[in-house]
């Protein structure tokens, strides 16, 4: 089994910080891709950032400049920096991981549980 545990998330004013963590446990063999997706009500989930094994990176339009994913591969653990953030930034942020088992099936795409991020005006 593959589980992700994010954490971090909350309220905070506009132009704060917030950073977002993402662990994920189990029978892991590797972590190809990386990252985060976010989703408002009625919305749909979209791409904020993802980053892969081999360093590639890419953010959504919205966040570039302003938001940071980097990884602990050790802890197959990555992050989410989140700063000067925008009212609009509000939404529930979830992790996700293409990840190959130790076991059959080895693909696996994996989700974190969802943190609510609120930027207050």
């Known amino acids: 089994q593959v589980q992700l545990v994010e954490s971090g998330g909350g309220l905070v004013q506009a132009g704060g910080s917030l950073r977002l963590s993402c662990a994920a446990y189990?029978?892991?063999?590797?972590?190809?891709?990386m990252g985060w997706y976010r989703q408002t009500p009625g919305n749909e989930r979209e791409l904020v950032a993802v980053?892969?094994?081999?360093?590639?990176?890419n953010y959504a339009d919205s966040v570039q400049g302003r938001f940071t994913i980097s990884r602990d591969s050790a802890k197959n653990t990555w992050y989410l920096q989140m700063d000067s953030l925008k009212p609009e930034d509000t939404a529930v942020y979830y992790c996700?991981?293409?990840?190959?088992?130790?076991?059959?099936?080895?693909?696996?795409?994996?989700w974190g549980q969802g943190t609510q991020v609120t930027v207050s005006s």
């Open positions: 980053l892969s094994s081999n360093g590639y990176i």
């Open positions: 996700y991981a293409e990840i190959i088992r130790t076991i059959l099936p080895r693909d696996y795409t994996g």
């Open positions: 189990g029978t892991i063999f590797s972590i190809n891709d």
